[in-house]
Structure formats: structure tokens, C-alpha cells
């Protein structure tokens, strides 16, 4: 019988084991639980410096370096001014928001995507560059606000990748890393396998289009004449990432998520500085994730170090132009003032352990980003689409199975 030990475990003792050996690594550990790239908060100016700055920069941050300066400097000297004003604008529209504790909801857009087929679209900083000579000739606080946003969901992944994050986790590309993570497993759980014989040569060839999957493998396959030691090492290494990689296409099982009959789950949840509120929150959530076979229900309770540590707590945003977010590690829902009603549905999907259904990949050789979106699904299109669908559902069912009569 053979123990497979979790993947952060194994990344914890390999650290510190490269540490007392003096031959730490500048490669990132794999990512943690939480469900999409840190959101960049505050000004955006020193996050563009930190990327610039970063070694695992690409010659597409390095060519466009003084642009992306330039945007980060004079968008922040004009959010700040925007700010209190927006807040203000969106109040004064009758009917158009709704009060939510200390702070207030957009109602949801009159566009709704009904759709539900996958659509591809490109991000780069061209595009972006493109916007900021527009607000600048402009001038209107709605062309600044956009290009907020775009600036913000773009540097959220650049931060990433500035610190090694692989952008290969595609839409289709689900088996191709259970398959690896699988051979990877058969040769960490033999005791000084140092050999990845069994993974084939289109597998080797995509992985290696990231920057930290080619220097495991050149580490694995000894091409820097490394020690058996130190290839046993990176072997755990490449396990674990290859055990994170295939985690972000499966839900997460959470603790406070209890099914409590076949048709019914129960989830806990302190709602935080939204007491007043809660009953608003619930309504909203409930209304999305109910059809005629299953519904999930909202349960408040604080939560403390003695009674449900896990909960996740609702938070809020200093300011409103943050994006809302879920943290697994952290166990928190981060809302901002401004939200949709339907971004609150898309984000307590997170808190039940689903994965946004959108897949963002990065082409170094054209500088771009391409995601894969349904925008008629709840957890892919977030801002348009509301539909859970039945995988949803099918993966809910599966990771929280009925008690046997």
C-alpha cells in the first residue's frame, strides 16, 4: 500500500530542505487553493514596477516597459480622483442600485447572455495601450473606469506569470495533466526515481513552454548535469505542481459544505461587516443556485477559533475599484461596493469549491493572452452570464455525495 503525502507537505519539507542545503531555488512553489490570480489592489504603479523588475519577465514586459509605466502612473493619479465620485454617480441612478449593508448593489445588467457555447477572446497591452490614448483624449470618467478595469484584470495575471505562474491550464487540456500528474505520482512514490520515461514527447513539448516546467524537466533529465540528489528533488517538485495542475479542473472539497439530503446543501458563512444584510445575500445566492432537483442554502454563523474556524467571513473592499474575489487559504469573500447582484452568485460558487470555468492561456510568441469563456455560465462569464449548469451541479453531486439510506 503506497501513502501518497499532499502535495504542500512535500513542497514544505523540500524548502527546507534546499535551505539548510544551500541551493534554494528562484522557482515559485505551485499554487494554493484559492481560485483565480491574486486581484491587484490599490495603486497599480508599483505592481508594473514589481513585474518589471521581476526574473521571470518576458521581452514582452521589457519592450513595452515605458507604456506600461506611463498608464500605471497617470491611472492612478485619475482613480483616486474618480473614486468617491463613482460612488456617488451609480446612488443617484433611481432604481438602479440596491442598498446592501454598508455599502450598495448594481441590479443586473439588461444584457444577459442566454447562450451557452464557448467564445475566445485576445488580451494584450496593445489593446490596452490603445484604450489609454483614447481616455486620454476623452477625458470621461467611464473610458477612465474601463480602462481600470482592463488594466487591473491584466496585471493580475502579469503578476503571476512575473512570479512563474504557467499560463498552460487550458479549457481542453484537463486530461493531458491528470494524465502527467499521474505518471508523475507513480515515480515520486519510488524511492529514487529520478526518470519521467513514461510521459510522452507532445506532453514534454507543451509543458516546456513554460518557463518552470522546462527547467524541471532539464533538471529531471540531468541536461545541467545535476546530482541524483538534487533530480529526486526536483522530481517531488514537478509532483507537486503536476498534483496542483490537475486539482484546478476538479472541485474543492470544503468542510463547511455539507449535503443533508439528496436534493439539499447546507452551507456556513459569517457574514461579517454585511449582518444587516445577510438576509439580501441570501436571497441572492439561493435565487441562482436552486432547480428542480438541487438547492444550497446559506447558513450565518460567526466564526471563531473555538466554533466553525473555517467559515468564510464576507468582507468589503476599501474602495470600489477592486475586483471581488473568493480566498480559500485566507477564508474570505471579498466584496466591492458596486458589485452586480449576479458577481455575488458567481463568487459563493467559489465558497461551495467549483473553479472559474474561463481558461486563460499566455502566447509569448505573440505577447497576448487568450481566454476561453461561456458567457451564459454563471462561473465562466461573470458580469453576463447566470446559468449554473449541469456539470456544476454534476461535480457538486459527486463531491458531496448523499448519505446511503
Avoid at 485619475?78 to 440596491?98: K, L, S, V, W
Wanted: with cysteine; aromatic share 10%; proline share 4%.
Amino acid at each position: 500500500m503506497s501513502l501518497r503525502i499532499s502535495s504542500s507537505s512535500v513542497l514544505y519539507a523540500l524548502s527546507l530542505l534546499l535551505t539548510a542545503c544551500g541551493g534554494a531555488s528562484d522557482r515559485p512553489l505551485p499554487g494554493g487553493e484559492d481560485p483565480h490570480p491574486k486581484p491587484i489592489e490599490g495603486a497599480v504603479s508599483p505592481v508594473i514596477e514589481s513585474i518589471l523588475s521581476s526574473p521571470f519577465k518576458s521581452e514582452c514586459d521589457v519592450a513595452r516597459a515605458e507604456q506600461m509605466t506611463a498608464i500605471g502612473r497617470d491611472l492612478d493619479q485619475r482613480m483616486t480622483q474618480i473614486d468617491e465620485a463613482r460612488a456617488a454617480e451609480h446612488r443617484g441612478e433611481p432604481g438602479a442600485t440596491r442598498e446592501f449593508g454598508p455599502t450598495y448593489l448594481l441590479k443586473d445588467p439588461e444584457f444577459e447572455a442566454d447562450l451557452d457555447e464557448w467564445t475566445k477572446r485576445k488580451r494584450s497591452w496593445t489593446s490596452i495601450i490603445a484604450d489609454y490614448e483614447l481616455a486620454k483624449r476623452d477625458g470621461k470618467m467611464k473610458q477612465w473606469m474601463l480602462l481600470d478595469a482592463r488594466v487591473r484584470g491584466i496585471l493580475s495575471d502579469d503578476q503571476s506569470r512575473a512570479e512563474g505562474y504557467p499560463y498552460l491550464y487550458g479549457r481542453g487540456e484537463k486530461e493531458r495533466f491528470v494524465r502527467i500528474a499521474s505518471q508523475a505520482a507513480v515515480c515520486a512514490d519510488r524511492d529514487g526515481c529520478v526518470s519521467l520515461s513514461a510521459m510522452s514527447a507532445e506532453d514534454r513539448q507543451y509543458l516546456r513552454k513554460a518557463s518552470i516546467f522546462r527547467e524541471l524537466l532539464d533538471c529531471i533529465d540531468s541536461k545541467g548535469g545535476e546530482s541524483m540528489k538534487f533530480r529526486r528533488e526536483c522530481v517531488l517538485e514537478f509532483d507537486a505542481w503536476m498534483d496542483s495542475a490537475q486539482r484546478r479542473y476538479v472541485v474543492r472539497v470544503e468542510p463547511t459544505v455539507k449535503r443533508v439530503s439528496a436534493s439539499e446543501f447546507r452551507v456556513k458563512l459569517d457574514p461579517g461587516v454585511f449582518s444587516d444584510a445577510k438576509e439580501v445575500f441570501k436571497e441572492i445566492v439561493e435565487k441562482s443556485w436552486q432547480n428542480d432537483k438541487y438547492r444550497v442554502v446559506v447558513d450565518f454563523e460567526p466564526r471563531n477559533r473555538l466554533q466553525n474556524p473555517l467559515n468564510f467571513i464576507l468582507k468589503l473592499h476599501a474602495s470600489s475599484g477592486e475586483r471581488s474575489y473568493v480566498s480559500a487559504s485566507e477564508r474570505e469573500m471579498m466584496l466591492t461596493a458596486g458589485d452586480e447582484e449576479i458577481v455575488l452568485a458567481h463568487e459563493f460558487g467559489h465558497v461551495l469549491g467549483i473553479r472559474d470555468r474561463y481558461y486563460t492561456t499566455w502566447d509569448d510568441a505573440g505577447c497576448e493572452y487568450a481566454n476561453e469563456v461561456n458567457y451564459g455560465w454563471l462561473m465562466s462569464g461573470s458580469g453576463y452570464g447566470s446559468k449554473v449548469m449541469p456539470l456544476d451541479w454534476q461535480e457538486l453531486d459527486q463531491a458531496y455525495p448523499a448519505a446511503a439510506n
